[in-house]
């Protein structure tokens, strides 16, 4: 069974950093690429980050290109996503998604609270 | 980048059929797939379309996803609407970039 766990939200002051993490299970990691995708409270799904399978391919939404940092470890099956310079309107539910093009998976997600 | 338009809401009784309409600002509806995301309160999003028309293992048959490249858009169709599809719906798409693109969403209320 594929499982996505994400981990490493909380609450950080305006200008704050965290890192969040996506542990995967259940398939091949190393083939797939991943996703994160973002949801403000009572807001719609916003696309965040992409990584290839082999990191050769980044993206990220113009909104966070500068500040977040997406990374993957193949050997221990995860995908991190580095967040500096945090603002109020990054708060939200993050979370990992796998796939290209298509997110097929997605986990429960992590809460992000940006506040003073 | 193109933006996805979706409709704000949709209702219907138990047992009629809904469709929600995504349309595509620019660019071809053809030239990337389209998926289709349910999420109920409390939850993260599940596929219940992909690649414009398909269903994954475990989705019922009443749901059903089409493009019209006349129209620009991609449909989500819900026939024998029932209680529990009660729910938001996102459709979602990419640009060459592997950047996805997501509808503002559509919220499917059963009268």
């Known amino acids: 069974e594929v499982q996505l766990v994400e981990s490493g939200g909380g609450l950080v002051k305006p200008g704050g950093s965290l890192r969040l993490s996506c542990a995967a299970s259940?398939?091949?990691?190393?083939?797939?690429?991943m996703n994160w995708v973002r949801q403000a409270p009572g807001k719609g799904l916003q696309w965040v980050s992409f990584i290839s399978s082999s990191t050769a391919y980044i993206s990220y939404a113009d909104s966070v290109k500068g500040r977040f940092t997406i990374s993957r470890d193949n050997a221990k099956n995860s995908v991190f996503l580095q967040m500096n310079s945090l603002r109020a309107e990054d708060t939200g539910v993050y979370y990992c998604a796998r796939g290209r093009g298509t997110y097929d998976h997605w986990g429960q997600g992590t809460l992000v609270i940006v506040s003073s | 980048n193109f933006m996805l338009t979706q409709p704000h809401s949709v209702s219907e009784s138990p047992g009629k059929t809904v469709t929600i309409s995504c349309t595509r600002s620019s660019g071809s509806i053809a030239s990337s797939y389209v998926q289709w995301y349910q999420q109920r309160p409390g939850s993260a999003p599940t596929t219940v379309i992909y690649d414009d028309d398909h269903r994954p293992s475990g989705v019922p048959h009443r749901f059903s996803g089409s493009i019209n490249s006349s129209s620009n858009s991609a449909s989500l169709t819900i026939s024998g609407l029932r209680t529990e599809d009660e729910a938001d719906y996102y459709c979602?798409?990419?640009?060459?970039?592997?950047?996805?693109?997501f509808g503002a969403g559509t919220k499917v209320t059963v009268l």
């Open positions: 259940g398939f091949t990691f190393s083939t797939y690429s």
């Open positions: 979602q798409s990419s640009d060459s970039s592997n950047a996805g693109v």
